[in-house]
């Protein structure tokens, strides 16, 4: 049986929710026939990578999907690589605030994602919901985890996908903010994650082949 | 009892569908005990002032509230102004593409809403999502119907309410328009317009002193 | 001959400088043969007006053009319509912050500007630099001037032209701003200005037909 | 003597001129000392990787800095990486369109700038002009020759400092363009190039110590 393992952040930033978690919590327990475990990650460097690292032991998954808030963007984003810089303008929620700083002294530059990105994004769009392919996750705790992920993946769990999915703002969350700042409710997001799944499951079924 | 009109713009511009009627659709008959009168209006210059101009007559309604699609913007946004002129850079859903045109030759420059623009704003915002004021409704059919209720108020139907909403694209109409343009799901609009018209039901019920 | 008094503001809001009054000083004392008088107003809404009306008086100008800084617009924009409205975000520079004030007791809702709105943008594309019209000049003291203007043009001095140009930040004042803030240094907005003024000064010579 | 070798891009995309090389035509020879040799480049994959090849041979530079046109930036953005991939929406100038093509088959992942790209965000700001860090080049052209440039330096040019700079487009592009596109004009995007180039300059005397 296939299992996907998705991971949501707790709050951060002065936020008091993080859609990541909340939609990610909205997911069904199956979806096309694969097993989904929902896990809560803290916004912390250190942190997320040990919680990500022992769920992946202990779930033995055939794809992880993490899944982020990327404040002012007014779609669900499919990243497409990670890199090898940990950079924060604040500090994650263990204090920690890295300037150029390596994610792992022996980790390559960068890693792309070994979900399908693109198939990702034509099954949100199949369900009437913008997506785009994105470039950058940025050098804060969303890029830190799905770098550290593939380096995970790469070095410890050959042959399981991983990818990252970052999501606007939930409504609540912009009502104090500047007009114009996009936002996206909690089930619309959740929507969009099942249909991202479930390419991804596809994918699986299908041997897997396609990255890109 | 207190009636609301309210009237919602057909599709225009290549959309397939136009979340203004959409949204007015799922409101409920009712609400804070006043009746709710929903009219699908055409964007077209001159019939949706005739069409509106009979509903008018036809429910005699305290209030009467404008919903129309404004691209582009993220938040339901409440016109405090409209203004005697229509300009168009496509044709309306008739083929009328005014340039310079006054909308009343008789007509004040403008009017201004005299449903209680910021009481509307408070209570959308209290029900959690994102609203504001606009100073400028356009200066196509969306502005016209505004200016043309707040005319005929002032002409015919002494004492009766009126205003306009401006809301977002549905998500279904951004899927292929270019990364960053906002949208928000029909239901999410319907819970703001609910919001904004218990408001100026509650500002008729307390005497309707409150534009502004 | 004919003469034309253009305004800028002083600064406000905590900027250091503003762009409208810096730029009027960059333009020369002549204008395709018109008259240029340069005039600082200040940001307060009483002061601007009183300030604006002895200047009409001592220079009887065939034509009035203000000019102030608009932060986040990318191009210049030029106003068509100014309302009858003071609300203020942050108080003005005399610590004047109206809430829901008319600016005249006795003023039209609106007043259109006179100027050949559409002349004056095609002028400033020709000399290639991005114009578009504006419907809304906000609530501060920006549109206060201009609808000040333009009533005081109805009532006391019928016959000159009065208009309305928003110009961007320059670019010294968008380096602590978010990443993505547009800015135009100011000889560029003094430039677009000059194509603006030549057109308003052509359109006088030629009758002065042409508003909208 | 230290020498600073400069490229910009030729226009593409049904533009009439790319602000790259434009601005680059606009710096002067020499910087803090540094002799400056300037480039066009072609905006084509292989063309423009087997151009800056050659260059780097015959001049021998010390430094080499890319400069690219990124349409809807309003600031100066300097690159912090680079990354394998190559993917095009549009025919690049020589009809090449990859869709998820590697750019080097034996190259790594991704490349960090070995400029001092803090420094250079640090020297554009003092000059009064907006400057911020990027983490994504895109997939089409301007990734294409920052990655071959790093993946150069790292095979065959050890110990020449590379990177690149995107600029905004100029004011002339953004005419015909929707309202809100910005833009900066070549002679101050020329300022903030030199601006950039002198922090590298100093960085190279200075040891060269400082990526990041």
Known sequence: MT???????DPFGGEKVNPAFESVKLLPSAIVGARIVKLEVPTAYARSAAVLEEAIERERPDAVICVGQAGGRSALTVERVAINLAEASIPDNDGDQPVDRPLR??????????????????????????????YTAGTFVC???????????DHRFPGVKGGFIHVPYEPGQVVGKPNGTPSMPLATIA???EAAVEAAVKDISDGGAGSG
């Open 143 to 153: 890029n830190a985890i799905m770098y550290n992920l593939l380096y995970l993946i």
């Open 105 to 134: 002294e022996d980790g390559d530059a960068a890693y792309f994602a070994s979900v399908p990105v693109k198939a990702m994004i034509r099954g949100i769009r199949d369900h009437g919901l913008p997506a785009f392919v994105s």
């Open 3 to 9: 299992t996907v393992l998705i991971t949501g952040f």
């Open 191 to 193: 929507k969009g994650l």
